[in-house]
């Protein structure tokens, strides 16, 4: 199994109470920091993830404009 698929059926043995965090990441041999960190983003409410894809999309945005921007000064 590839490690994502790892991860994602630790978090679902967590998840429906089959194992603690230890054992699920034992068991499907992911870090517990790697498991705590999924666990915590998934359980966010989902305005919190929202408000943080905006985030990202608007410093892209921003990110591909100064490249244009730079792009373009390089051009003339």
């Given at each position: 199994?590839?490690?994502?698929?790892?991860?994602?059926e630790a978090?679902?043995?967590?998840?429906?109470g089959?194992?603690?965090?230890?054992?699920a990441?034992?068991?499907?041999?992911?870090?517990?920091?790697?498991?705590?960190?999924?666990?915590?983003?998934?359980?966010?409410?989902?305005?919190?993830?929202?408000?943080?894809?905006?985030?990202?999309?608007?410093?892209?945005?921003?990110?591909?404009?100064?490249?244009?921007?730079?792009?373009a000064?390089?051009?003339?």
């Amino acid at each position: 199994m590839s490690k994502q698929i790892d991860l994602h059926e630790a978090m679902l043995s967590v998840m429906i109470g089959e194992t603690s965090l230890s054992q699920a990441a034992n068991k499907y041999q992911v870090s517990k920091r790697s498991l705590y960190s999924a666990l915590r983003f998934a359980k966010q409410a989902p305005e919190q993830r929202q408000q943080h894809l905006q985030r990202v999309k608007e410093q892209l945005m921003a990110n591909i404009a100064n490249i244009d921007s730079r792009l373009a000064q390089q051009t003339v």
